[in-house]
């Protein structure tokens, strides 16, 4: 009866003790806890879909296939211009990913590597990432007013370029015949997107290069992102190295391998230069057809 006795009252002051060092805590460490409860974001985000869609960063590209140096026949040089503002490239100027973002964005991580801008366009010299960033984005002086104490106040304002500013990209590419297929066929070397240079004013004055993508190392790139194509369908498995293989974008030819090493607009305009174009369009065309005439 006495341990019994004992046992109950060792059981009340083990009880009593718990709850006063429950009221000892600090309150502001109670608040926290409950703050850090009620405040703990979700592990998983809401699907924005029917389906987790995985396909397209699963995708892997199949090698080219092997050309040795002697089994091309004939070969020339062609650099095009694409403009995002014609109805079948709308897709590179697609709001949430557009094309220039996906080559900006996988230049300034590092996963993509660029070249400068030269007279040979030749890859030869691989931009930095400082560089890219650097030319990415500008840096402005801005001139504040303190309010309270009527200071001037110098701060430094960073500026990211507008992708809407890239309007079009050029296309180097090499047109060859492979006599031990018997085909005519193309492999695009390389992308550089063309930005519009405005005036304080916001006026255009001129466009200029920025980098070179050299295409067969952005290939891997392009086939992991979906290209949100004109019919509407958006799981559309379509990506950017099946749009540039399967030749879906309007262009123009605005050079070929020429002996002077000049552009057409250098030597022509208006409409004699869009008709020029055409007309080199024509003679890759009927070079292959004049192969099997006879």
Known sequence: MQTSIKWTCLCLLMFFYAGT??????????????????DEEPSDA???????????????????????????????????????????NLPFAYPEEPFFKLLSDAATKGDLPVYAIDGTDKFNKRMSTDDVLSMLSKTDTVVTFDPETYEEKVQIVRNDINWEDVKRFRIKEVWFFDKETSTLQVRILGIAPLIDVK????????????????????????????VFTMGGNTNATISWEDLFEMRYFASYIYKESNVYDRKLEEYLSGVDLLMESEKIKNEIFNFEHDLWQY
């Open 46 to 88: 809401p699907l924005d879909d029917v389906v987790k869609k995985d396909i397209m960063t699963e995708r892997r590209v199949l090698a080219y296939q092997p050309i040795r140096e002697s089994d091309i026949f004939w070969e020339k040089r062609i650099w095009r211009i694409i403009d995002v503002r014609e109805k079948m």
């Open 21 to 38: 060092m429950l009221l000892a805590q600090d309150p502001e460490q109670i608040e926290i806890k409950s703050e850090e409860i009620y």
């Open 199 to 226: 005036d304080n004013e916001g006026n255009f004055r001129f466009e200029k290069p920025m980098f070179w993508v050299y295409y067969p190392q952005a290939r891997e790139l392009f086939a992991r992102h979906r």
